[in-house]
């Protein structure tokens, strides 16, 4: 009897939240962001946040969790109550790469997690040192087919999105050259500038400023279209390299139970923000461009995208215990 | 005439009155920051990051940097005082610093601090201005053979941190190394140690450890001596240092300030690291070492140079390649990008006023510092007279919200509480944490560089020894080695001789 009141209980406890999604934000929200403050995934969990803030009328939150490779902050969101009210500033690194690549995943990707609305997408640039005889994406794959595992590229981590990217280019192209993991892109960048690591496949913004000043060499970028920021700069498919089509991205996440009425709520909000005349200016000034997309789209995106660097990170033969 | 013209630019940004309010402000939040023990730079300006988003760009930066080596000047406050570091770059300041306070020149101590860091401030700004490109080539001449070196001349020299046994020095350092070992291995994605702990995948908490190790445990001693009512108010003489006080320090005080300007460039120096290896080089090179951890002022007054200097040359690779070379300065790159600045080589020829702005403020705030901070010992002084009941307590609140906001982790706090009682244990062995930490610091980016060195010279292990700088290094360490086992061996056969005679 006393299990039985509880079930019910529980039912009731559970529907109001569909009837009310209307009135979604009632209390404030908080966006949890899985790296450190003032990375990109911070500016832009804050961006949205003010935005959310100025829509709604309600406080929305911008808490940092970094650890675990953001699994620390995702695994929090995944198990969170799902009302929409605690989400996560997703990226393809923290919540499409390490779903295949952590042994011991503290929650199931594909089933309880999803994007609720996409944010911005970032292209990454091929760089070689100033010095470096490659002027061409081509140079580059002729050395390194001269030289079988003699030609190194640098990355942020073992089964960083940077690592993988290098691994595309390494299967498609198919070459062998040598990974050489650094701990976050900084110390990596001095040690190409110098040329003692060959190349490295970089996140945009922090490699845009070095291009322009001579410091570093920008080969190709790494979507299929051109970058905003580096205009003369081929893409890999015009770079000679076809089908090489890899984007980091950032979206707004939650567990995959939020109801679907909320889901549209945010969505809606998310993608009135990205339409801001602003936000193409802010997004362009760190090297991105924003990303819309509806609720169903996003859920999609999110599954493809979960599929494609499986893919990518089974070649690289990387995984975190 | 380029130099005054630009100097003339940042001066007159500088002493704007809006920039000059943001200067104070991120001083005085820097050096509360800086007393707070567990509340350091890093965690500071994480928590400020926000409030900068409304800010125009060079306040916003001035500001952050005044939080970050205004931190440096209170950092060594309660190291001196209670021998709890207010942040891990202070710990090494623990050892003389105290001591001096337990025999009652706690002001000498405090005002030295502040004398020295000053003088590492104003030389760290000097060398932005003038060296700064220089510099950046010395950066981009390290490479993993050169880092690798570099730790092994680190952890040879870090066995002297130890003022007591030399063996008891090594295993902590060891016993550091060992701990550095936790986490994710860089190379393959292993998990190391982690014990099924998801939140030690990324290793032992700097700022844990170093709170474990040197506060609780310091707190937990002396709740000891409380309760058996031992506990024993130091008088205290004078506040000022003497004349040869001053005297003796000059020359440590200008090598501290090259240590760290040197060290605060590199990627993964900085202000820890900086204070460190500046005191192992005044007690290698004092005339009478035993001084050393008897409340030597070299002691303090190295150190605190060198970690000022070292926070502010960290902004050079920021400034001229967008390189952040350590957390807190990768935060204020942070804080430039939301502006809509991308930190990188194009800021001095792009944006000199914000370029020369910063450098000019980081003058005037080490100047508030110190007229801020010389009056304020008589008042820091007093702290000893607050009842341990109270102050205590205070501490360790302090700590733990320091700790919790690194990562706004709950973890982290049963880190430091581990840290803690483990800290307590080794007092009582008279194994002294310093090494451990030193250790801690350097093991993981040791190991690091030399598996990358190794993975670049494709399996050469030569390439330690072709490389110029990273033989040169080699051969210091080499040559520490030798006088090390010599004076040990030497030691030996006296000891050896006497007891002899005496028979």
């Known amino acids: 009897m006393i299990r039985l009141s509880a079930i019910l209980l529980a039912l009731f406890a559970l529907l109001p939240v569909g009837v009310h999604a209307a009135d979604y934000p009632t209390k404030p929200v908080t966006i949890i962001v899985p790296y450190p403050p003032g990375g990109t995934a911070d500016i832009f969990a804050r961006y949205i946040a003010e935005g959310m803030n100025k829509a709604w009328k309600q406080d929305v939150i911008v808490q940092d969790h970094p650890g675990a490779g953001g699994n620390i902050a995702s695994g929090q969101v995944a198990h969170a109550k799902a009302d929409g009210y605690t989400l996560l500033l997703g990226t393809s690194g923290s919540n499409a790469v390490n779903p295949n690549l952590y042994k011991n995943m503290p929650y199931d990707a594909a089933k309880q997690m999803t994007v609720v609305a996409t944010v911005a997408s970032t292209a990454n640039v091929l760089v070689v040192g100033p010095n470096s005889k490659a002027k061409s994406v081509k ?31 390494a299967n498609k192209a198919n070459v062998k050259m040598i990974h050489v993991p650094y701990k976050g892109t900084p110390p990596a960048l001095l040690d190409v500038m110098a040329g003692r690591v060959d190349m490295m496949i970089a996140n945009g913004p922090s490699v845009v400023g070095n291009v322009k000043a001579g410091k570093l060499k920008a080969l190709a970028v790494t979507t299929a279209k051109r970058a905003d920021a580096l205009p003369n700069v081929p893409t890999m498919i015009q770079a000679g390299v076809p089908g090489y089509d890899l984007s980091s991205w950032f979206a707004i996440m939650g567990p995959s139970a939020i109801p679907k009425a909320v889901k549209e709520k945010i969505n809606k909000t998310v993608n009135a923000i990205l339409a801001l005349d602003k936000t193409k200016k802010r997004f362009a000034a760190i090297g991105a461009a924003p990303l819309s997309m509806g609720v169903d789209q996003s859920g999609a995106f999110f599954q493809s995208e979960l599929k494609k660097w499986g893919k990518l990170v089974q070649i690289s033969g990387a995984k975190v215990d | ?197 998801e939140k030690l995948s990324d290793g032992v908490n700097l700022v844990a450890l170093a709170i474990g190790l040197f506060g609780f445990s310091h707190i937990i001693l002396n709740m000891e001596a409380l309760v058996s009512r031992k506990i024993e108010m130091p008088k205290i003489i004078g506040i000022l240092p003497t004349l040869a006080d001053l005297k003796a320090c000059v020359k440590p005080i200008l090598r501290g300030m090259g240590v760290g300007s040197l060290l605060g460039v590199l990627p993964g120096g900085g202000a820890v690291l900086s204070s460190f290896t500046a005191y192992t080089v005044e007690k290698r090179l004092a005339a009478d070492p035993s001084r050393f951890g008897h409340g030597a002022i070299e002691g303090v007054a190295a150190p605190e140079a060198a970690n000022n200097a070292a926070s502010q040359t960290s902004f050079i690779p920021l400034l001229t390649l967008g390189i952040p070379p350590n957390p807190v300065i990768a935060l204020i790159g942070g804080a430039l ?122 399996g050469d292990p030569t390439v330690f020894l072709t490389q110029p700088i990273s033989l040169a290094l080699l051969l210091v360490a080499g040559g520490l080695v030798a006088v090390m086992v010599s004076s040990v061996l030497r030691n030996g056969h006296q000891q050896k001789l006497e007891s002899e005679m005496s028979n």
């Open chain 1, 139 to 169: 140079d580059l794959l002729a050395m390194a087919r001269a030289n079988p595992g003699k030609v190194t590229y640098a990355s942020s981590g073992n089964g960083s999105v940077l690592h993988l990217s290098g691994v595309m280019l």
């Open chain 2, 337 to 458: 990008t939301i502006q809509g600045v991308i930190p990188g080589p194009e800021i001095i020829s792009e944006q000199p006023h914000l370029f020369w702005g910063i450098v000019a403020s980081m003058w005037i705030g080490n100047l508030m510092l110190l007229v801020l901070n010389l009056p304020l010992v008589g008042l820091w002084i007093r702290l000893l007279r607050v009842p341990r009941g109270i102050l205590f307590p205070a501490i360790i609140l302090f700590s733990c919200i320091g700790v919790y906001s690194v990562d706004n982790s709950a973890f982290d706090v049963g880190v430091a509480v581990f840290f803690g009682i483990l800290g307590y244990a080794f007092l009582k062995f008279d194994c002294e944490p310093g090494p451990l930490l030193l250790g801690f610091v350097l093991g993981p980016m040791m190991e690091q560089n030399l598996r990358r060195a190794m993975l670049l010279s494709h």
């Open chain 2, 1 to 197: 005439m380029e130099l005054i013209h630009h100097l003339m630019l940042g001066f007159s940004v500088a002493t704007h009155p809006v920039n000059i309010a943001y200067c104070l402000l991120g001083v005085t939040l820097g050096t509360f920051i800086g007393v707070l023990p567990g509340i350091g730079p890093l965690s500071g300006v994480a928590m400020l990051l926000p409030v900068t988003y409304v800010l125009p760009p060079t306040a916003a930066i001035i500001m952050l940097a005044g939080i970050f080596y205004g931190a440096q000047y209170g950092g060594s406050i309660t190291s001196i005082l209670v021998n709890i570091p207010g942040d891990a770059s202070a710990a090494v300041t623990c050892i003389d610093g105290h001591a001096m306070a337990v025999r009652g020149r706690a002001g000498a101590a405090l005002s030295m601090s502040k004398i020295a860091s000053f003088a590492g401030g104003c030389f760290a700004t000097l060398m932005i201005m003038l060296l700064g490109p220089v510099l950046t080539d010395v950066a981009l001449q390290f490479g993993p053979a050169e880092y690798f070196s570099l730790m092994v001349v680190g952890l040879v020299t870090a066995v002297t941190l130890a003022h007591g046994s030399q063996l008891r020095g090594l295993a902590m350092v060891i016993l550091g190394l060992m701990l550095g070992f936790v986490g994710t291995d860089v190379q393959t994605g292993t998990l190391r140690f982690t014990f099924g702990f």
